[in-house]
């Protein structure tokens, strides 16, 4: 079975600096990840993917991810945070080829404060 | 625009009465799918479909139906109700089914209290 640990429930950080929200995965043979954000009373956005190649992808807003095989992480990041970052960011996985179901995180709310 | 519609938006209903929340998609997708979001458990899947006339039970299919009998439709149906159905909904799709790392779109979400 394939699963997602976000470990933090909120990660604090003042506007400007740099922001990390943490995503771990498991899931037999390659994975497909992805991240997604959800602004209040609001569905979820796509921000960005790990499908194959590069390890660092980047994505909407001006964020990032890079993906650790070895750590079989897949860490969402930021340079500078701002305030409207804050929402709740989901981290996804499915396996790579064949069909199966896309796993969700129990999700990370970020607040970023002025 | 290319979206994914869902309604009603907000519902509070009882008990046993019967109740479907419509899903609509102008995007030609073939993929469309079914979650919901509690607290402290993320996104779970109820049902998806991969196109016409082919759907098939997610991870908590319990208590919910679904047709698809168009392309651009999925409607999820409540037979009977129970307070435990209580959450926020979200149907979602995609131009393919998920093998080669489609992205999904998601709805503005379906808040339901069942009462």
Not at chain 2, 13 to 30: A, D, I, P
Not at chain 2, 31 to 48: E, H, K, N, T, V
Not at chain 2, 55 to 68: F, M, N
Request: charged fraction near 15%; include cysteine.
């Amino acid at each position: 079975a394939q699963s997602v640990a976000q470990p933090e429930d909120q990660v604090n950080v003042a506007e400007g600096n740099p922001l990390t929200v943490k995503c771990t995965y498991s899931v037999s043979g390659n994975p497909y990840l992805f991240w997604y954000v959800q602004y209040p009373n609001r569905g979820l956005q796509f921000l960005l993917k790990y499908i194959t190649g590069d390890n660092l992808v980047k994505g909407s807003y001006g964020f990032e991810a890079e993906f650790n095989k070895s750590q079989t992480s897949f860490h969402l990041k930021k340079p500078s945070a701002l305030v409207s970052d804050s929402a709740l960011y989901f981290c996804a996985v499915k396996r790579a080829g064949g069909y199966s179901t896309l796993t969700f995180g129990k999700g990370t709310m970020l607040l970023v404060s002025p | 625009e290319a979206q994914v519609t869902q309604n009603p938006r907000y519902l509070i209903t009882v008990t046993g009465k019967k109740l479907t929340v419509t899903c609509s998609q102008n995007m030609n997708h073939e993929y469309m799918s079914w979650y919901r979001q509690d607290p402290g458990l993320g996104l779970r899947q109820i049902y998806y479909s991969m196109n016409v006339e082919v759907t098939d039970k997610g991870d908590v299919p319990e208590g919910y139906k679904v047709s698809r009998k168009e392309k651009r439709n999925f409607p999820l149906i409540l037979e009977s109700p129970s307070p435990n159905q209580t959450s926020l909904y979200f149907c979602a799709s995609s131009p393919g089914h998920l093998d080669s790392g489609n992205t999904i779109y998601f709805g503005e979400g379906s808040w339901l209290t069942v009462v």
